[in-house]
């Protein structure tokens, strides 16, 4: 019998098609295409060819916009929002609209074309965690944003229209939509609970164990109760706290293992899968710590037809515990 | 500039990104791969390889799961959810859950498979829609459903598994949460200027001109100001209806013909994109009738990337001006 399951965070049902169980070699025709190759405008020696570089880890060569960095960050060549002028919010008839202001940013994660993200070494990816800190607390000043969003779309599917290893970053003068629905669930929670939801689903996934991936000292991975998608994967800092930007170094370096660790399980179960992974996190302006920040990954396995988009109402083929069994037991 | 906007029903924050402005042409590539061919269940004489027959017109031809009908429901050989059973409401530790009880059909909406919706006659696309009504009115008799959703998905990429042209329908017991998400926002304006949102929407629609595509004595046919995706369409009823159900004989023939023109725009405008459709109406046990029905026709035409996933913040490249422009001016 399928089952409908609520998320408790956004009170989304879900239908997890228990019979049909897909596994995870029912997946492997949607491995990840490459993007197309071609001039690299994010390798050394091409620093020229991307816009002026606005952060980078420089230990050894501190001339900007040259080789020699480790991480860069530079302005997306053609940027979502624009990051001059105000935002002018104005109405049209009925309608309401503003300028689109915000920070388009492309964050390349390594000087090696051919790596990626779970080839590098635990302190690499902890660089990269880094400058998703760095450049969130730098924008965090403009006043003009309210959100930052960080992303990383890997495989054409899932969007990526380069290989070469990176994340993007954009700040928002609006707190996202998904967002906004994640924090009301987590305020409708404390208010009936007095506790957070987040905390609650670690209590509850550390003592169930069946959706349980992995755990380090300070982060989880789960495969969430009523994933939206096959092997749609969590992770979760077990401290509770709201903003990412709070991040340690002792906690980036945990982070930057489970995630290495998470993908390459995804990539060995699913025969290298496109995927999007995303930071929710508090909005910048918002008072008190009502959230609890995490990373969503979401694997492009299945195509989303009109019944989903329609509707909002998501039907999975893959249970999140037999979904949570495959990644434990990968070799890797 | 590129500008954020605001859908007025649900608040979501859009990016339409202007200067990019995407026309037809840019989009070509994604035309509609076709449904494997094969045998086709749905065709005369193959009545027996589908589960047995719920409804069908058969003006001449009144035994059951033979040829002769005009369009004909059946059961969707693999449901995502059940007909039998009860839903069996529970909680598993913090998690809410009920089994996967709904319907599942799908309406054959011709014998001629090599047609489609847009080739059919106007009082053919009719019996179409009076199919969706037929099966709603008699699936809201059983009290465990909440909602019916009514959608198409055509070509390959919006989901289509068999080329025959048919719709689905999929009877819940829950409202899905787009679903919902509208009503509240129709409520929370009918609470500032006690007015239906949609009504607003038709008036400032017409009176604008800018957005419209067509409009027949019964319907428009719109981009709407905030949309989703690049020529996103929705047909509205203009008479303030809550309930699609409550569909009269006079306006299916209008939106048979409102539709048919608007999905033969697309087609051609878009050199036959695959797109999906879904119909919106209120759900089953509302009370009272602040909804107001439509139908949204969501054409296949982008990649969705993680930042619209992750985010429920979407970037349009289209303005709809220019694509309700190009759509009225097309050559059909």
Redo the contacts between chains.
């Keep these: ?6 998320d ?1 965070v ?4 879900v ?3 228990t019979e ?1 169980g897909k596994r995870p070699s029912d997946f492997t025709s949607m491995t990840a295409a490459k993007a197309k190759e071609g001039f690299c405008p994010f390798c050394y020696g091409h620093e020229g060819n991307t816009p002026f570089e606005i952060w980078a880890y420089r230990p050894d060569h501190p001339e900007k916009n040259t080789p020699g960095w480790k991480v860069r960050v530079v302005p997306n060549k ?1 940027p ?3 990051i001059e ?1 105000e935002l002018n919010r104005r109405g ?10 915000g920070a388009h940013e492309v964050i390349v994660e390594t000087p090696e074309h051919d790596k990626n993200l779970e080839d590098l070494s635990d302190s690499e990816v902890g660089l990269i965690i880094d400058a998703y800190r760095n450049r969130g607390i730098d924008l965090k000043k403009d006043v003009r944003f309210q959100y930052i ?1 960080i ?3 890997y495989g ?5 229209s380069l290989k070469h290893p990176h994340s ?1 970053l ?1 700040a ?3 707190v ?4 906004q ?1 994640e924090i009301n669930g987590v305020n409708q929670h404390f208010q009936y609970k007095e506790r957070c939801v987040f905390c ?2 670690i209590h ?1 996934e550390l003592s ?1 164990g069946s959706r349980l991936v992995l755990e380090n000292r300070n982060f989880l991975c789960i495969e969430p ?2 994933p939206r998608f096959p092997f749609e994967t969590w992770i979760i800092p077990k401290k509770h706290q709201a903003d990412f930007l709070n991040i340690t170094d002792e906690e980036t370096l945990d982070m930057a293992r489970i995630l290495k660790s998470a993908l390459t399980r995804l990539k060995v179960a699913l025969k290298d899968p496109a995927y ?3 930071i ?1 996190t508090m909005p910048l302006r918002a008072q008190g710590s009502i959230f609890h920040w995490h990373l ?1 990954i ?1 694997p492009k396995l299945i ?5 989903e ?5 998501y ?1 999975n083929p893959t249970p999140p515990e037999d979904a949570a069994k495959y990644l434990r037991e990968v070799e890797i």
């Design positions: 019998m399928p089952e409908l399951r609520k408790p956004t009170s989304r049902w239908i997890i098609a049909r053609f979502a929002l624009r002028g049209m008839g009925m309608y309401d609209l503003m300028d689109g202001i969003l992303f990383r779309n054409k599917s899932a969007g990526a993007q954009i928002t003068p609006i996202p939509k998904r967002v629905e609650d689903i509850q169930d109760f009523a999007n992974y995303t929710h969503e979401m195509q989303v037809a009109g019944f988009w329609g509707s909002g109402f039907i």
